[in-house]
């Protein structure tokens, strides 16, 4: 029971973390109406600025998550106005394939600069703590304490503030917003400046759980998409609530699927979900006459 309790703990902070990946893919599909695949690679661009920041200033934890969440708040801007700011009026598929290729291009770049090898960020190490046989490791609580206060925080702004209501007015209805009002250009701004800010503190939480290579936001791409589609695509509280329960049933399955094979337990999931329960968990069918 214990090492089920180890497994369940270890899939919970791994949850949590995926949430942040979900949430970024779930906050774009809701306005911008396309599955947004460079996430994972900014959340990599993320943690290598953390390793980079903290190089010049002496080892800051602090310096480096600023520095990560303004330079790809920054990037995921610059990305919005370059790319997918013309594909608007484009299908979602081109959209889609724009943000392979933004993915590739982001990760030949990291890797031009900083080759294949193994980063680690800085923090300050502990020991694991053990009640019975149940370890609790000091940095898990602390990443699950960062990830908390990032969502928190993300549905704050979705639900407390003016700027979230028109966020989410026009995720419901573009042109009814606009007729409104709301100006959708500048909503935009603002959300890919918050999908930046997220996928930053994102990658830069995943970096301080593992190491920082450059295909780590790829690997967690697909688990990502999972989470977000069995949530429901544009619900970005079912795209969270499935990530946490998707680490955990990926920790737990490890006995039958071990380690390395684990996240064919996304493939499962995804394959599933768009077959028997397209529209997710929390998602509505949509009805067209």
Not at 184 to 190: D, F, P, Q, S, T
């Amino acid at each position: 029971m214990m090492f089920y309790a180890n497994l369940a703990m270890s899939g919970l902070v791994q949850g949590l973390l995926l949430a942040t990946l979900a949430l970024s893919i779930s906050l774009c599909f809701s306005v911008a109406k396309f599955t947004n695949a460079a996430t994972g690679d900014f959340m990599t661009v993320g943690a290598y600025v953390v390793v980079g920041t903290q190089a010049l200033t002496n080892g800051s934890l602090i310096a480096g998550l600023l520095g990560s969440a303004a330079a790809v708040a920054g990037l995921s801007l610059v990305a919005y106005a370059v790319l997918f700011r013309h594909l608007g009026k484009a299908s979602p598929v081109m959209a889609l394939i724009a943000s392979v290729g933004l993915a590739l291009f982001v990760r030949a770049i990291l890797t031009l600069f900083v080759g294949h090898g193994q980063f680690a960020i800085d923090y300050p190490a502990s020991r694991a703590m053990n009640f019975n046989g149940f370890r609790v490791v000091p940095i898990d609580l602390w990443v699950a304490a960062g990830c908390v206060f990032l969502l928190g925080l993300v549905f704050a702004v979705l639900y407390l503030t003016p700027i979230g209501l028109q966020v989410r007015a026009l995720a419901d209805n573009r042109d009814l917003a606009r007729s409104a009002g709301i100006k959708a250009r500048r909503v935009m701004i603002l959300l890919w400046a918050l999908i930046g800010i997220v996928t930053a503190m994102g990658g830069a939480l995943v970096g301080i759980k593992t190491v920082v290579i450059p295909e780590m936001g790829w690997h967690l791409i697909l688990s990502g998409f999972a989470a977000a589609v069995l949530g429901g695509l544009g619900n970005p509280i079912g795209a969270v609530v499935a990530a946490v329960a998707l680490g955990v049933l990926q920790e737990l399955s490890t006995p039958w699927t071990g380690f390395v094979f684990k996240s064919i337990f996304s493939f499962g999931i995804l394959i599933a979900a768009l077959i028997w329960k397209p529209e997710g968990l929390f998602g509505r069918p949509e009805q067209v006459r």
